[in-house]
């Protein structure tokens, strides 16, 4: 720990550590965590367009349709986390990610996503 510590501090960053975290439940941290490895999936001009197709003129879906237009799973699941860290379409997390989680295509300045 000391090592880390010292690494923390060499960067300029502040290193603490939660021993009792109340307001951030088990489920929300394993929700937390796989948007983290999507996060790492490539989002591209493809996956952007076929993201906007599939939405049409609605401006919610829930997470199960959208991942079925988008690959089905895992592959559309992960698009959609890949998305959405990526800030082109926003995932309601307040009650995890399940086939109903309402999901909505975001447009930041007249684009989509953080280009």
Not at 11 to 38: M, N, R, W
Not at 54 to 63: D, I, L, M
Not at 92 to 100: A, V
Request: hydrophobic letters at 40%; proline letters at 4%; charged letters at 20%.
């Amino acid at each position: 720990m000391k090592m880390v510590k010292a690494v923390y501090h060499h960067v300029g960053q502040d290193f603490f550590i939660l021993f009792q975290t109340p307001h951030i439940s088990a489920t929300f941290s394993k929700t937390l965590i796989t948007l983290e490895i999507a996060a790492q999936d490539r989002v591209g001009p493809q996956e952007k367009a076929q993201c906007v197709m599939a939405f049409g003129r609605e401006q919610s879906r829930s997470f199960g349709e959208l991942s079925l237009e988008l690959g089905g799973q895992p592959l559309g699941e992960r698009r959609i986390k890949a998305l959405h860290f990526h800030h082109a379409v926003s995932i309601d997390l307040r009650k995890g990610i399940s086939p109903s989680t309402p999901v909505w295509l975001r447009m930041a300045g007249g684009g989509f996503g953080n280009a």
